[in-house]
């Protein structure tokens, strides 16, 4: 326990690094190695403790479940193609090649070299995704490439152990087969029926108007999800990546989002901080040429495969994802673990492509920060890139709550022909909204999550209709956070309200029972 508190302090001691790091534009990601790293030599914590090295796994499966939560099933049958086809071929090409170069230059053993190969074919889950979900390239044309071939990588992890076993031990090859499809069947099964008792429990708990047992309503589906996965065979995070996607056509999908963010970032630093807690530096002095040597070699390679892969693609978005891939995953880290364990590799051999693995990851923020300019420079003329965004909106109004003032305000807006959307976090109010037809979401407006789905930043003007100072407090702060001049409008009800609120730079409306009219007359002239 005191090495779980230790660490998490020091998480949050690494955010004056990261505040550094943000001045020269660096990735946080970065800041949580370093630290990793300068804790892992100062206090000798992190390296070797599987008790961190278990929790921070949580910050993949949380990344996870909020990726899939961007995608229905629908989504992932019309990626058919990045996943089966590109994965396929990228993890089949890579394991190969790499394999041929640790047999025949490296002189490694038959297996060893397939197991070297295997490990080398992986690239980064946590980093990648978390990279093209900050920026918004997740829903770019390369992003989805990517997304697709991440997604082949976490399937064939399954293969790679059962290799391993069967390297391993003497075991026939059909059984393992036929056990890994009949969990596949059982898995797929599971998560068909779960869909239908999902919402309906999302729903009861959304009803007891306690925003703690929906939170932990949240947290149940998604770590049942993953250790369901775990104990048919699977990832953790592949069974978190469905449980998302079962949720991605909810009525509560964006508030799940906001809810769970902090979660996912807090425990996605701890994993980055035991990453960097694993650099050991005497090895790292010692072979530094080699270490490099490695990194730079597999990273051309892979991408030069990736590349090949998507040749027939437009080559600006196969040129962008082939970086992005580039580089070694932190699964490789536990094959390699494994792969000591049964005498595939010795100990030093062990360590120095660990640390070529990490060494790999840590380029990666610098190399996908840097895409669009390496490819405007390598294309010559720059892109524009499409993105599929949540809503697509764009100069419309932001109407928070749907209670007796906000129905006045949108029956308003549909009639005098403004395009708007509805915030909405009472189920009962949310539920009459969209029996009325209305454009709502449902989620808390003053979380910046909620508010990004909506796209605020494109938006007009936001009009606040209900009466709670400390809410339109929050909901003010929150969108100015995000659009500093963001013209807001609120009601309020006496001069005391008023002046409370003059900090907040809101437009107030003050009388009891303003009429929707005059409230959109005052938006209407502080928006010019």
Excluded: W
């Amino acid at each position: 326990m005191e090495q779980v508190v230790f660490a998490i302090l020091t998480i949050l001691i690494a955010s004056i690094l990261n505040i550094i790091l943000k001045k020269f534009n660096l990735p946080t990601a970065i800041g949580y190695i370093f630290t990793g790293t300068i804790v892992s030599l100062s206090f000798g914590l992190g390296g070797e403790d599987k008790i961190l090295e278990h929790i921070s796994e949580l910050g993949i499966i949380f990344l996870m479940f909020t990726i899939g939560l961007e995608f229905s099933f629908s989504e992932l049958k019309a990626m058919k193609k990045q996943v089966l086809l590109y994965g396929s071929l990228q993890v089949i090409l890579s394991s190969f090649i790499f394999a041929i170069i640790a047999q025949y230059i490296f002189h490694f053993e038959t297996q060893s070299a397939i197991v070297i190969g295997s490990a080398l074919s992986l690239s980064s889950t946590a980093i990648v995704l978390k990279m093209l979900n900050e920026n918004g390239d997740i829903h770019a044309g390369y992003g989805r490439k990517v997304l697709g071939i991440l997604l082949f990588q976490d399937l064939a992890v399954i293969p790679i152990l059962i290799m391993i076993d069967i390297f391993t031990k003497d075991i026939e090859v059909s059984t393992l087969l036929l056990s890994t499809s009949i969990n596949m069947v059982i898995f797929f099964a599971i998560l068909l029926l779960g869909k239908y008792g999902v919402d309906k429990y999302l729903e009861f708990s959304v009803k007891t108007q306690n925003q703690e047992i929906f939170l932990l309503a949240i947290l149940f589906i998604v770590l049942a999800s993953a250790e369901t996965a775990h104990l048919l065979g699977f990832s953790y995070s592949l069974g978190a990546f469905f449980a998302g996607m079962l949720l991605a056509e909810s009525h509560y999908k964006y508030q799940i989002e906001a809810d769970l963010s902090p979660f996912r970032d807090l425990f996605l630093g701890l994993f980055f901080f035991v990453v960097g807690s694993r650099i050991d530096v005497s090895i790292v002095i010692d072979n530094l040429p080699t270490i490099l040597a490695i990194v730079i070699v597999v990273m051309i390679v892979k991408a030069l495969i990736i590349f090949g892969v998507l040749f027939f693609n437009q080559k600006r978005t196969a040129f962008k994802s082939a970086l992005a891939l580039s580089q070694i995953g932190e699964f490789a880290l536990a094959i390699f673990v494994l792969a000591q364990n049964h005498n595939f590799i010795d100990e030093k051999i062990s360590n120095i492509l660990s640390t070529a693995v990490i060494f790999s990851m840590i380029a990666t923020p610098f190399i996908i920060q840097n895409l669009t300019k390496l490819a405007d420079f390598i294309f010559k003329e720059p892109v524009r890139e499409f993105k599929i965004s949540s809503t697509g909106l764009k100069n419309h109004i932001v109407v928070c709550g749907y209670g007796p003032l906000g129905r006045k305000v949108t029956q308003t807006l549909k009639n005098d022909g403004f395009d708007y959307v509805l915030i909405e976090h009472d189920l009962k109010l949310y539920q009459e909204a969209l029996d009325d037809n209305q454009p709502v979401f449902f989620g808390n407006a003053a979380q910046r999550v909620v508010l990004e789905s909506i796209n605020i930043k494109d938006a007009a003007a936001v009009m606040i209709t209900f009466h709670n100072l400390e809410k339109i407090r929050l909901i003010s702060q929150a969108v100015k956070d995000i659009v500093p001049k963001a013209h807001i409008v609120a009601r309020v009800r006496g001069k005391e309200e008023m002046e409370a609120l003059k900090e907040c730079d809101v437009y107030v409306v003050s009388t009891v029972g303003t009429l929707a009219k005059e409230m959109i007359d005052k938006l209407l002239y502080c928006s010019l």
